[in-house]
Nanobody
Framework: VQLQASGGGLVQPGDSPRLSCAAS????????IGWFRQAPGKEREGVSCTNMSDGEIYYADSVKGRFTISRDSAQNTAWLQMISLKPEDTAVYYC??????????????????WGQGTLVTVSS
């Protein structure tokens, strides 16, 4: 399994970038794609995740109302649309995957597969 994240970069406060995560190597849609982020000097935190099979979606409280996760199982791709970005959203964003389904944002240790991370810097 491989995950390819893209879409990061330098953005201004209030911008609305979209991150993409393309998965390959899964033989069915019975897996989860999650987004995590790690800000400088902070622990990695779960941001959002979606079951690729049934479309269930979960968000961390810190991003509810500003981030939207979506997926296309046929394309094995999930997107994280972010709006109204703040400097405190600056972090390396990782997409990750696990086999099966989840009922919430699990710990990062539950995810077996990880992409390379994409840096999002929110600065004027």
């Amino acid at each position: 399994v491989q995950l390819q994240a893209s879409g990061g970069g330098l953005v201004q406060p209030g911008d609305s970038p979209r991150l993409s995560c393309a998965a390959s190597g899964f033989t069915s849609d019975y897996y989860v794609i999650g987004w995590f982020r790690q800000a400088p000097g902070k622990e990695r935190e779960g941001v959002s995740c979606t079951n690729m099979s049934d479309g269930e979606i979960y968000y961390a409280d810190s991003v509810k109302g500003r981030f939207t996760i979506s997926r296309d199982s046929a394309q094995n791709t999930a997107w994280l649309q972010m709006i109204s970005l703040k400097p405190e959203d600056t972090a390396v964003y990782y997409c990750a995957a696990l086999d099966g389904v989840v009922a919430g944002i699990d710990e990062s240790s539950e995810y077996a597969y990880w992409g390379q991370g994409t840096l999002v810097t929110v600065s004027s």
